[in-house]
DNA sequence: TTTAATCTTGACTTTTTTGTATAGATTGCA
DNA sequence: TGCAATCTATACAAAAAAGTCAAGATTAAA
């Protein structure tokens, strides 16, 4: 199980483009030149966001790349999800569909089960961090989320 | 973010073989039979969870693959890592590995954080859920510690 | 208006993952 | 021993993902 390179260097593109500064946003050879991608990468994972809503583009002189709103409302979920075309995609047993909890005998259901609460926890921490939280000082909160459950799911198994 | 198709198929072939109540276990022609996929790919499958010490293997007539321990003993977690090569593998910044609690500035370290805060929680179900959990109808375990998780997150939240 | 800086798009190439084929090795049994 | 059932291993082929290239469109400013 992992992260795609589209959903990592989007992710981070993103990033960049938050903590930046300038009036104008990044252009696509800042980005390029500070992920250390081909700026011909960086175009395509740029159009990605794009077509996703979380940045504008400029053309032109002065042109460049920004947030269409604050870090705070930008949800990392739905940054990889753009991304990945998907978040988690669970292939077999379409059957049961909507009723995990009476299917208990084959193994596709078994499976997807496991699959949902793998999701659900994932999406527990990817839907309540935003970039923001990513950004400076603030990725404490990233780190804290994750040893609080830990300890939560230790508690509960004992 | 996804399983991919070995790790999938892997831990399918694995729960067949768990369930199995045949004394010499189930032959390639079985699992790549119930799983709808060619013997080639399930041998190949079968190969790396035999390389990873989960199943045995005897040839000849009467031969077949089973369990080497319970179906209790045997991890979810460490499955996967056999089957996809490692669970989660986080690229960048190995300059800081070691002290990501002080690295708060780059987004490298940004990133990598959050990536250890999903490992954290994906781990924290896989670690705890064992090919017995998955079998029959014991598969609840892993829901209600699904929504378990979720409910602990938004206590956290607010 | 011309130019330079910038984004946009689609086709192409490379790499990785996935799946298949084939030849071989081991075992149990008649 | 000889055969049939079984696993084993390596190389090959197909598909998917990742990355690159090149031609074009838009904009700001001189």
Redesign the interface.
Known sequence: ????AQ??YG??CL??IA?SNSPNGLTIPEIANSEKITQSNAAKILRILRIGGFIDSSRGQSGGYKLTRTPEQII?ADV?AQL?G???????CNDHAGM??IC??S?D???R??????Q???D???N??TLKD????E??A??L??????E??EL??S
């Open positions: 199980m992992k992260f795609s959903e990592e992710l981070r990033l960049r903590q990392v990889l990945g998907r978040l988690f995609e669970s292939s077999f995990e909890l208990t005998n193994i259901c078994s499976i089960s496991l699959w949902r609460a793998v659900s926890v994932v527990g921490v990817l309540k961090t990513l950004i400076g000082n990725n404490q990233t780190i989320l994750n040893n609080f459950v830990e939560t799911l509960k198994q």
